[in-house]
């Protein structure tokens, strides 16, 4: 089963609007969660570090006023994509590393439609 | 530096193996890994393999490592339809926790 649950997997917001996307590791904790974009026909980037209990650190050109990281617990990380546009729409798609086992889990990524 | 390269396609017949290659610039690589994603949905771990080996196999997956030249190799035996998807290879650097991946190779299979 999933280890790392993301939700959710497929939503359609109007332009202006906000939207919101959980990432959770379901039977770990995770300090540090990661959050990566994917443009059409291109690869995945890495968009922001989510770190608990502090701000988030982002990427080159990546908008932190636009794409909001809260990392409120040792198991959920949100990204808020605020005031969407279309070229907002992408494939996003969070990480987890699980530090015990050296292992690094993904979610299962959420589709954003803008229209 | 931190760099993935894929060809961007690749068309193979059903039955036949198929090799979808990728090569990485930064030999501390820890982490190799690949994924696949199929049309409109997330993204699957298929396998990985650590920088010190050299090969791994798991049922119709077989992934080669060369570590002399930053080649890394995804072989499926017997192509299915059902393989038909985008494969990422990925990369750690130094640790396990931040991916970069390669553009993804769209493998087409032909029944």
């Known amino acids: 089963g999933a280890v790392v649950s993301q939700h959710p997997s497929r939503v359609i917001c109007k332009s202006g609007t906000s939207v919101k996307i959980e990432c959770r590791s379901l039977d770990f904790q995770a300090t540090t969660m990661f959050w990566y974009r994917q443009f059409p026909k291109q690869s995945l980037m890495l968009m922001a570090t989510s770190n608990e209990g502090s701000k988030a650190t982002y990427e080159q050109g990546v908008e932190k006023d636009k794409f909001l990281i809260n990392h409120a617990s040792l198991t959920l990380s949100t990204l808020t994509v605020t005031s969407a546009h279309p070229e907002d729409s992408s494939f996003y798609i969070c990480s987890a590393p699980r530090t015990e086992r050296n292992t690094i889990y993904f979610g299962e990524g959420s589709w954003l439609t803008v229209v | 530096g931190e760099d993935v390269e894929q060809s961007l396609f690749l068309s193979v017949r059903e039955g036949d193996s198929s090799v979808i290659n990728c090569t990485y610039t930064?030999?501390?690589?820890?982490?190799l890994y690949w994924y696949k994603q199929e049309p409109g949905a997330g993204l699957q771990l298929l396998t990985y393999?650590?920088?010190?080996?050299d090969m791994k196999q798991d049922q119709r997956l077989t992934v080669l490592l060369n570590k002399k030249d930053k080649h890394l190799s995804l072989r499926i035996a017997d192509t299915q339809t059902g393989d038909s998807a985008i494969y990422f290879c990925a990369e750690t650097l130094g640790g396990y926790q931040k991916v970069t991946f390669g553009i993804g190779t769209k493998l087409q299979v032909i029944p």
């Open positions: 930064d030999s501390s690589s820890t982490y």
């Open positions: 393999i650590f920088s010190n080996m």
